[in-house]
């Protein structure tokens, strides 16, 4: 795989895409693993790639939120949500206009489509250049961390993909919010805090998060884990184990000494890289989180450490 560096990679590894290749590239959220999402033969390497279960499906992603429409049907929530939220870690999952020519392996067969439009320059920068959607993953092994740095993406998926656009490192740090509008429900909690959501619904968010459910098929019970098994409750430390620490709670490295969800959320996934190194090179055979509280950010952090730490397949 080639590591590509702005400004002169954005064209080449535009060049790439359109050429039905795999490239890995920075948003805001996480990195993507990018193909073009008309090209079928293109999307279905992405599969192969990520070691994915083909049924789940991906996200398209857009420079701006005016080319959405002709892709999907927008209802007023829809509408109301983008202008609020585009560019930004919120993705939309919205009917499918027939004849949008985004390839059926993208949306795994649904008569809906997934979208977002990313904040970050460097993917929008991208994403005109390519001037088609284009569908990413996040570009890990499934069930395994999500990157927010290029050398995560190396680590994971070298060998296995073209090349990655290296953007350094994410500056939210979790995948966008999943929601279904018109009416609103939660599919996933994310970089966007459903707070802020309900604040522009007036209602609170249903919502539809239950490991396994067949909506938001990604968000399988076991996801984001690291080699070494991680457990959540630290009230009994044992020597063999990293601490993850958050606030008081210093540990071998922490998420946010201030105790910060913005912080912790934006440094939880290298955390998990890192913690799993070290714990690699000391020979211990677990990773212990610190408690993070349950509110605004915190709740999807929440969401992927349960995850981190649930029984393996
Ligand atoms: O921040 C993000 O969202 C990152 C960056 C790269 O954009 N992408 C990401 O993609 O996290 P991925 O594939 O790891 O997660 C996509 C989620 C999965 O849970 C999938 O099942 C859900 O989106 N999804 C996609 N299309 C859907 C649809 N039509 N209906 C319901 N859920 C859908
Ligand atoms: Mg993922």
């Known amino acids: 795989m080639i590591r590509l560096t702005p400004p002169d990679g954005v064209a080449a590894a535009a060049e790439l895409l359109r050429a039905g290749k795999l490239v890995a590239f920075p948003t805001e959220t996480v990195y993507g693993l990018g193909a073009d999402a008309t090209d079928g033969q293109a999307v279905a390497k992405i599969y192969a790639a990520k070691g994915r279960p083909s049924f789940n499906p991906l996200i398209v992603h857009l420079p701006d939120a005016e080319e959405a429409e002709a892709l999907v049907t927008m209802g007023p929530e829809a509408r109301a949500l983008a202008a609020a939220f585009w560019p930004g870690p919120l993705t939309l999952v919205l009917p499918l206009r027939p004849g949008a020519g985004v390839a059926s392996l993208v949306t795994a067969g649904l008569d809906t489509v997934a979208l977002r439009v990313p904040a970050a320059p460097l993917a929008r920068d991208l994403l ?3 001037g088609r959607p284009v569908a990413a993953p996040s570009a890990n ?4 961390i999500s990157a ?3 050398d995560h993406v190396i680590d994971g998926l070298s060998g296995r993909i073209d090349a990655v656009l290296d953007g350094g490192a ?3 740090g979790l995948e966008s919010t999943i929601l279904r509008p018109d009416p609103a429900v939660l599919l996933r909690e994310g970089g966007l805090p459903a707070e802020r959501i309900e604040a522009i619904l007036g209602y609170p968010l249903t919502r539809d998060v239950t490991p396994g459910r067949v909506q938001a098929p990604g968000q399988l019970a ?3 884990a690291p080699g070494a098994p991680v457990r959540l409750d630290i009230s009994h430390r044992a020597p063999d184990a990293v601490l ?5 709670v210093a540990g071998d490295l922490s998420l946010s000494p201030d105790g910060d969800l913005t912080e912790a959320a934006a440094s939880l996934f290298d955390a998990l ?3 799993d190194a070290l714990a690699r090179a000391r020979g211990h055979h677990r990773i212990d989180v610190a408690p993070i509280p349950d509110r605004g950010l915190g709740r999807a952090i929440n969401d992927r450490l349960r995850r981190a ?5």
Not at 244 to 248: N, R
Not at 309 to 313: E, K, S, T
């Open 309 to 313: 730490a649930a029984p393996r397949p």
């Open 244 to 248: 993850i620490g958050f606030g008081p």
């Open 222 to 224: 076991s996801h984001y």
């Open 170 to 172: 994410c500056d939210v």
């Open 148 to 150: 927010t740095r290029a």
């Open 128 to 130: 005109r250049a390519v």
């Open 273 to 275: 890289h890192r913690a």
């Open 141 to 144: 092994l499934s069930g395994r």
